[in-house]
């Protein structure tokens, strides 16, 4: 079955560094989704891409989709400690349902 | 407000004994899912349906058993036969099925422990 894998699993930073989660499939994706889940809370929609190669910005965040479909990213410039949680990629994962990454902790040092 | 609900917020289950976790949406959503998520774990699919009344098996459903009798509501039953069952559950909705590309909204969760 379809497989999505995240790198890193965990990453601390210091605040104002950059940060950067990749998601990779094991097959052609469709399109992808973005969620975030804070500390003790439940996965919220950040954004989803569709078109191969795109690019999406909100605020500090940037969200790319790779040309081949396969893999995509997203980078935080200059963290704050609000985007402490766990980002999740997310795909299609065959009929009619969604297949979530292993996602990508982060913790932002003050 | 608009949302979905999910209750209770901590659930404590015995070994050998069933219970129901509850999952409301008012978002007039046609389709609603069930994940397990584990410490540090990604979400896994227990459940899922697309339409009143019918539902589908997703990745680990065994051990578990759901409903769809009404398009708002759709219990999760975590049976005496899930030998793991401690884990944080939450129930998601999105407008359409639609083959992934259409937004999930996630509830609160509950976090089930066995005693």
């Known amino acids: 079955g379809q497989q999505v894998m995240q790198i890193p699993q965990y990453q601390h930073v210091q605040e104002g560094e950059d940060f950067t989660t990749y998601c990779n499939s094991s097959t052609t994706l469709s399109n992808i989704q973005w969620y975030k889940q804070r500390p003790g809370g439940h996965p919220v929609f950040l954004i989803q891409l569709v078109k191969s190669g795109e690019v999406k910005k909100q605020k500090r965040l940037t969200f790319q989709f790779g040309e081949a479909k396969k893999n995509s990213s997203l980078h935080i410039t200059a963290t704050q400690t609000t985007d402490v949680g766990t980002y999740f990629c997310?795909?299609?994962?065959?009929?009619?349902?969604?297949?979530f990454g292993t996602g990508t902790k982060l913790q932002v040092i003050p | 407000d608009g949302g979905i609900t999910q209750s209770p917020k901590y659930l404590f289950r015995k070994e050998g004994q069933n219970v129901t976790l509850s999952c409301e949406q008012n978002l007039n959503h046609d389709a609603m899912y069930w994940y397990r998520q584990d410490p540090g774990q990604g979400l896994r699919l227990i459940y899922y349906?697309?339409?009143?009344?019918?539902?589908q098996k997703g990745d680990i459903a065994e051990g578990y058993s759901v409903s769809r009798e009404k398009k708002e509501s759709f219990p999760l039953t975590v049976t005496s036969a899930q030998k793991n069952p401690t884990a944080f559950y939450l129930c998601?909705?999105?407008?359409?099925?639609?083959?992934?590309?259409?937004?999930?909204?996630f509830g609160p969760g509950t976090r089930l422990l066995v005693l």
């Open positions: 349906s697309q339409i009143v009344n019918d539902f």
């Open positions: 998601a909705s999105s407008r359409q099925g639609n083959l992934g590309k259409e937004t999930q909204y």
């Open positions: 997310a795909g299609p994962g065959g009929y009619q349902k969604v297949t």
